[in-house]
């Protein structure tokens, strides 16, 4: 059964139940079905072939999120735009794509995208969610083209999240998606659920943005399993807890800087009393931030770690290994999912190094290309004797001080434990006598003041003297992706600025 033809089947045995949910605003599987005769139907009468990659504006409300499920429905390639961006920007990239058709809500086709749409020759397409149905509606026909074609084997493009350089688009392929969406499919054990297609009633909560990983994976994974999802706009901390005693979720999805934002708020362990476990990724979490989340709601923190490559999890911590190595191996990702392998190797020689040794993290995976080919990461890792994975840092993240070797993460972790911090980056910068040294970004919490002569004894007492960052910048808001991590890029332009 193709992911086509298995979201159709979903939709039908879905039926009336809710699919989708904003606000209270909804979208039925039916609605969702509906919505896929309706795109299909219109892109055949435009004569927009199914060798045509179909752009979608994506953002986490109703018309995105129903329209990638409709567009996959109908057979179509997605290629995701994020619209949460200026409108020039978009704008300037629908000019460079070349689509035959590019589908979004009412709100996101703005002026500036319809006048480049029309002159690059691309059929614009208004998604409508009110009344529990999701139509569309062309708006004007495909230009003379050429257009960009679907590539070969490949269901969605998506772009990295950007936090170390410039976005590029990857095409995913169907088979490393259906590949990833059965390996998805697991309790809390760690073993794959078989089973025929039955609706699910404990709903995701997602506030991961459509157009990162993280979202497009829940999105599809949800449908696979015909599970509501509950969309969010993006993260409140209010709003999640509400949402948690409303729908009394089994599991729950929060990277740390979610994590770190529930644990400073309000909620309590009777909001959390359903969930079973929490499963964090997406970034490094500090040790003594999941160990405090775990303590004060009585929930499991499992952590896991993947790429936008990878469509998914290369290894995670499962319940059973929670309760065995839970105390022994903090720190630690995981272990390696199944048709995954793993090695760390040296980054100069290549060469496979000894278990517990420090160095580049590689992988195979049967998902793609059948595992033929070692991906090489940009991740600095080790694994230990029972094959338990341990992410240590970036291989660009070194800072090297006058010789000696810091890891600019790690220092970065340890303010993020000082009262007041809400998020924290350390990057290197140029110094005439010792080469390169540490400085730190901070960004507190609305409201809060932060002491930089206090953080700095804080980060003294906690740290070897070489790794103490040499200043400390207080700004309201540190730059981010549109998957809510800090974009380095911009971090080092706003540097630029404050050290001019």
Not at 416 to 429: K, M, S, T, Y
Request: net charge negative; aromatic share 6%.
């Amino acid at each position: 059964m193709t992911i086509a033809e298995h979201i159709c089947e979903v939709t039908r045995v879905g039926g009336d139940r809710v699919a989708i949910d904003l606000d209270g605003t909804t979208l039925s599987w039916t609605a969702l079905g509906d919505g896929i005769d309706a795109i299909g139907r219109l892109l055949g009468e435009a004569g927009v072939g199914e060798d045509k990659a179909i752009g979608l504006l994506g953002r986490n409300r109703l018309e995105p999120v129903g329209s990638f499920i409709a567009l996959l429905g109908a057979g179509r390639a997605v290629l995701l735009v994020n619209a949460v961006r200026p409108p020039a920007l978009i704008a300037e990239e629908v000019a460079e794509l070349n689509l035959a058709a590019l589908v979004g809500g009412a709100a996101d086709l703005t002026p500036e995208l319809l006048a480049a749409a029309g002159e690059a020759g691309t059929m614009t397409i208004r998604a409508d969610a009110q009344g529990g149905r999701l139509g569309f509606e062309a708006l004007g026909t495909p230009g003379e083209g050429p257009f960009r074609e679907r590539q070969a084997g490949a269901l969605i493009e998506i772009q990295t999240s950007g936090t170390t350089g410039k976005p590029k688009r990857i095409p995913i392929s169907e088979r490393t998606i259906a590949d990833s969406l059965r390996d998805g499919v697991r309790n809390a054990k760690g073993a794959v659920e078989q089973g025929r297609i039955q609706p699910k009633g404990s709903p995701t909560l997602m506030f991961g943005p459509l157009v990162h990983t993280s979202g497009t994976f829940n999105t599809l994974m949800s449908v696979f399993e015909v599970r509501p999802v509950v969309l969010f706009e993006k993260f409140d901390p209010d709003k999640y807890r509400d949402a948690l005693v409303r729908y009394r979720p089994k599991f729950a999805a929060l990277p740390p800087t979610a994590l770190k934002m529930m644990l400073d708020s309000g909620a309590t362990r009777e909001d959390f009393s359903s969930v079973r476990a929490v499963r964090a990724g997406t970034a490094p979490l500090p040790v003594d931030l999941q160990i405090a989340f775990e303590e004060k709601f009585g929930v499991p923190v499992l952590t896991t770690y993947g790429a936008t490559e990878f469509m998914g999890v290369v290894t995670s911590w499962t319940l059973d290994d929670h309760r065995t190595h839970g105390a022994a191996k903090r720190g630690s990702v995981g272990r390696v999912s199944k048709g995954v392998r793993v090695r760390i190797v040296d980054p100069a020689t290549g060469e496979e190094v000894a278990t517990g040794e420090q160095g580049v993290l590689e992988a195979k995976l049967d998902r793609i290309d059948g595992g033929r080919e070692w991906i090489r990461t940009t991740d600095l890792a080790r694994l230990d004797e029972d094959g338990f994975l341990y992410i240590v840092g970036r291989a660009d993240d070194a800072i090297i001080r006058g010789g000696f070797k810091i890891m600019a993460g790690k220092v970065g972790e340890v303010l993020l434990g000082f009262p007041g911090v809400h998020d924290a980056i350390v990057l290197g910068r140029p110094d005439e006598r010792l080469g390169e040294v540490p400085v730190a970004v901070v960004e507190p919490y609305p409201g809060a003041e932060v002491d930089v002569a206090a953080l700095r004894g804080f980060a003294k007492q906690r740290l070897t003297p070489y790794e103490v960052p040499v200043r400390f910048h207080i700004v309201e808001k540190l730059p981010r992706t549109v998957s809510d991590k800090v974009a380095r890029p911009e971090v080092r332009k706003l540097l630029d600025s404050l050290e001019a």
